[in-house]
């Protein structure tokens, strides 16, 4: 595997471990975030430190982990953009869950520029991150897989090359965030009934996670509420994002989706009563405050 010049940007849960799996390959990383103390605790770990122009000029890869279509457009388009400063033949790696239509226009432009455009949703949560264990849905050209190989080895366990135009890794993003919204909403308004009839979240967690009803978004979520603990891995913040891209998409195929529409309805609740920085369990607080039920951890 070659070695490259790589550089990061968001260094959130997902990102900062996509680093330091980076790191750990051996690659040359420098990460980019909002927050200087992310940025620090990187260069702890040998991340590199240098001007963004610097960065960009040599960077073989850019890797973006960002919120949303908004934020990945203004790095790279936006006042200090990416990609006019990037060399030709560079490779963009773009991660955040987006509409396809969005993905194409930056496949688009960023070929007018001369650089290869991957479109790359991922999927794993932190703890996957930090192993380079993702899950990655990627579509783009040849040369985009080519270009990105070294960081996508790294990165990830599994990839799925999904076609060579872009907006097909979105595509496929969407059906899964579609799955994962309405599982932890699922998981919420189960757990929470099972209170309703004695049956307290742990044993329910005991139980289902070895019956039919399982899912990989119930074994992973549910204990943040056994244990009464919503530090955010993923919040629920997230899931009007994300949702709302799938509810888009579906509007514009003249698909109705109402599970999903559902769910977001649950996840805006917990936006709107505060709950939308911890994690994204926390759907179960809607449920349990319109039923009368304390969770575990609840004080008073």
């Known amino acids: 595997?070659?070695?490259?010049?790589?550089?990061?940007?968001?260094?959130?849960?997902?990102?900062?471990?996509?680093?330091?799996?980076?790191?750990?390959?051996?690659?040359?990383?420098?990460?980019?975030?909002?927050?200087?103390?992310?940025?620090?605790?990187?260069?702890?770990?040998?991340?590199?430190?240098?001007?963004?122009?610097d960065a960009a000029a040599r960077c073989d890869i850019l890797v973006i982990v960002v919120l949303n279509a908004e934020q990945t457009q203004s790095v790279l388009f936006g006042p200090a953009g990416w990609a006019a400063q990037m060399?030709?033949?560079?490779?963009?790696?773009?991660?955040?869950?987006?509409?396809?239509?969005?993905?194409?226009?930056m496949a688009q432009r960023c070929a007018e520029l001369g650089l290869n455009y991957l479109d790359a949703p991922i999927s794993g949560g932190a703890a996957k991150a930090a192993q380079g264990k993702l899950s990655i849905m990627a579509a783009g050209p040849i040369a985009a897989f080519d270009g990105a190989a070294p960081a996508l080895d790294a990165m990830a366990e599994t990839v799925f090359r999904l076609g060579d135009v872009a907006g097909a890794g979105s595509a496929m993003k969407a059906v899964n965030q579609m799955l994962a919204g309405v599982h932890i909403a699922a998981m919420a308004e189960a757990v929470t009934f099972g209170m309703t009839q004695g049956i307290a979240p742990a044993t329910f967690l005991d139980v289902i996670r070895q019956c039919a009803g399982t899912s990989w978004m119930l074994e992973?979520?549910?204990?943040?509420?056994?244990?009464?603990?919503?530090?955010?891995?993923?919040?629920?913040?997230?899931?009007?994002?994300?949702?709302?891209?799938?509810?888009?998409?579906?509007?514009?195929?003249?698909?109705g989706a109402p599970l999903t529409a559902a769910a977001l309805q649950q996840f805006?609740?917990?936006?709107?009563?505060?709950?939308?920085?911890?994690?994204?369990?926390?759907?179960?607080?809607?449920?349990?405050?319109?039923?009368?039920?304390?969770?575990?951890?609840?004080?008073?």
């Not at 060399?87 to 226009?105: L, Q």
């Not at 993923?234 to 514009?252: E, F, M, Q, T, Y």
């Not at 709107?272 to 449920?287: I, L, M, P």
């Open 1 to 53: 595997m070659s070695l490259s010049n790589i550089s990061l940007i968001g260094l959130g849960s997902m990102g900062f471990g996509m680093a330091t799996s980076l790191l750990a390959a051996g690659h040359a990383v420098q990460g980019f975030d909002i927050n200087p103390d992310s940025v620090a605790r990187l260069v702890a770990q040998g991340g590199l430190s240098a001007p963004q122009a």
């Open 87 to 105: 060399k030709k033949g560079a490779t963009v790696v773009s991660c955040a869950t987006v509409a396809p239509d969005f993905a194409k226009e």
């Open 268 to 300: 805006l609740a917990a936006a709107g009563s505060g709950w939308g920085g911890e994690d994204d369990a926390a759907v179960a607080k809607v449920y349990a405050r319109n039923a009368g039920l304390s969770l575990p951890g609840d004080k008073g």
């Open 220 to 255: 992973n979520r549910a204990p943040h509420i056994v244990d009464g603990d919503y530090t955010p891995k993923s919040s629920v913040n997230i899931w009007p994002k994300d949702l709302g891209i799938v509810l888009d998409i579906a509007k514009s195929a003249k698909f």
